[in-house]
């Protein structure tokens, strides 16, 4: 198993920046795909950005290219979000989530193919 710790969450104009980060202790890390994912009140939860074991296959969902970055450190056990150009809409609680796999360079878009989860860190953009 392994278990996440979010951090980085907090309020911050429109435009500004913040990094979140996932602290990840169990097993192996770099066995791990992993994934960010916002959920808004009311809304479903949404895949943010996905990257792989190897981070050489991410994903960014089209509302957030070009202004976030995923990133991890598999010898720290840690995955970031670095999030620049903040918007309104992003306001939302953020999750990390993991899912072991064999395959170096998948990752996943669903929430149900997760199966580690933190508890959430709030992001909230004023205008």
């Known amino acids: 198993q392994v278990q996440l710790v979010e951090s980085g969450g907090g309020l911050v104009q429109a435009g500004g920046s913040l990094r979140l980060t996932c602290a990840a202790s169990?097993?192996?890390?770099?066995?791990?795909?992993m994934g960010w994912f916002r959920q808004a009140p009311g809304k479903e939860r949404e895949c943010v950005s996905a990257?792989?074991?190897?981070?050489?296959?991410?994903y960014y969902t089209n509302s957030v290219k070009g202004r976030f970055t995923i990133s991890r450190d598999n010898a720290k056990n840690t995955v970031y979000l670095q999030m620049n150009s903040l918007k309104p809409e992003d306001t939302a609680v953020y999750y990390c989530?993991?899912?072991?796999?064999?395959?170096?360079?998948?990752?996943?878009?669903?929430?149900?193919?997760?199966?580690?989860w933190g508890q959430g860190t709030q992001v909230t953009v004023s205008s």
């Open positions: 990257i792989s074991r190897n981070a050489g296959n991410t």
């Open positions: 169990g097993r192996a890390f770099n066995m791990y795909s």
């Open positions: 989530a993991a899912r072991d796999t064999p395959s170096e360079n998948n990752r996943f878009l669903k929430a149900y193919d997760y199966n580690y």
